[in-house]
């Protein structure tokens, strides 16, 4: 399934995030090369326990918004479709409506409408 996919690329990226700020947090902290190494590795271990606990929660909540979204389409498609309907309707109109004065408007050298003129 897609979601399942772009789920853990979701959750790579993040826990790939997560490790990359770790590290940097832990770097720029003065400290001894040992004690360094030490907590960047706990750190390290954490968040891929937590991101492991996590993973089904998350999969299972990309799961669900996915399938919600799915349901919404024919709703927004047809509200879409509505609404372009609605755009042309009107924009029918204003044109008609601009026909239509400019037949009535006058001409300026004989005083006569072209509606007068037009049978």
Known sequence: MAS???GSGFLSGFILGALAGAALVALLTPRPGDEMRAELRERATKLR???RERMPEIRDRAEELASRAREQIPEVRDRAEELAALARERGQAAVEGLRNAAVRRRVPETGVTESDTVS
């Open 4 to 6: 399942d996919k772009e």
């Open 49 to 51: 326990e937590q991101a």
